[in-house]
């Protein structure tokens, strides 16, 4: 019988996405540029279900029904534009092009509507969950063309993570908009990582508290309104202990954090569009930090690597405080990520329902915690939500934790402790809720030596100041 879909690309991510398609039910045609990949699937897994392993992409595609539908799970790029160059000329129209890996949307909407000309449809879909998500369940945000969804959908959400009955997959929208979703998914995976990684510096290095014992206080935060994969495996990371060394491997391990390139990508198009996504973009730029060895070295060196920071105050109420800090920093960055799928929607010409990605990043992916159902019933409620932090439950939940919130920032300032994500989540909210903000003399400053002109609060148009004159406004 002919395949229902087919993967090319068998490392990890694709072999494991494959065995879920098969798994579900699904005949899958597989491939990898060389067989030895597709061998060991078929020999290790091939009882799971129903595969049709191909030499050559030609087997491949014949081995389908029409309209195909081949996934590529190849790395993002150069790799992925070579399938797709050796893959289009096979098909026929009609037929679908999934790419499944973490490519830029950009790239999305060039080869959608490159291969758009040729009649095929190409589907960008943001796939998150890592190894294990793409096994047993991933979230799945797919874009591309409205009838492409139709073929798709029903077999992406069968295989797709499951919450309340209800799949972790939806049509994103066109062309790149699962990519930029997916995209906006990763930098809010890098603010979280960060909040969560500060967290843990502050109760280790103001609080005192061994690793062991930060990772018990995480197990606890696990079964509160932080709720979320990452919570629960920083408690698996922080309790682990070194078999070599006999030290907590969090110790061990280089302090260093590397990037593949999607938070970067977040806070690049953030810019572009003008959106202030400071957790995302204090996440990233901590991670270069992280990185400048020679630079953290020469600074140290000048200036001391400071006190050991530990204070005889309150640990109980410091882990409180901590806990509530990290919430209202996260409800920040996930607003911030928010604001921008809506910028680029209203930019691209998507029709993002906002609180559909909130659903299908309830379970499957790196970022699934328990607070985005919150997320959903906010936009459930008030689809056009000025910013997430207005929604009464997460106004409630911020406005509680504001006084902790600062004593976190306090005490992590005054402690020498780097907490860029508290603190730049604090300052947004800051700005946002000013009643004046200094942007005032921004443009006063601008207006006198460039001339850029300035609004004033009780007239409308644009005014200048006659500065090296007589000091007088005229109207621009
Ligand atoms: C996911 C993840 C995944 C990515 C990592 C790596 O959603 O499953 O986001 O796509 O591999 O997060 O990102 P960095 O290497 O840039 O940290």
Redesign the pocket.
Known sequence: APARIAVTGLAVMGSNLARNLARHGFRVAVHNRTSARTEALIAEHGHEGDFAPAETLEELVASLRTPRQIIIMVKAGAPTDAVIDELAPLLEPGDMVIDGG?AHYADTRRREAALKEAGLHFVGAG????EE?ALNGPSIMPGGSEESYRHLGPVLESIAAQVDGVPCCVHVGPDGAGHFV?MV??GI??ADMQLIAEAYDLLRRVGGLAPAEIAEVFRGWNTGDLESYLVEITAEVLGHVDAGSGAALVDVIADEA??????RWTVQEALELGVPVTGIAEAVFARSLSGRVGQREAVRRAFGAGEPAVSDQDVEQLVDDVRQALYASKVVAYAQGFDQMRAAGAEYGWDLDLGAMATIWRGG??IRARFLDRIREAYDKEPALASLLVDDYFRDAVANAEAAWRRVVVKAVSAGVPAPGFVSALAYYDGLRSERLPASLVQGLRDFFGAHTYRRTDREGSFHTLWSGDRSQVGA
């Open positions: 973490n796939i998150s969950g890592g998500g997916k998914h990763n995976e890098y590397e990037q593949k390139g999607t938070g992916c790196i």
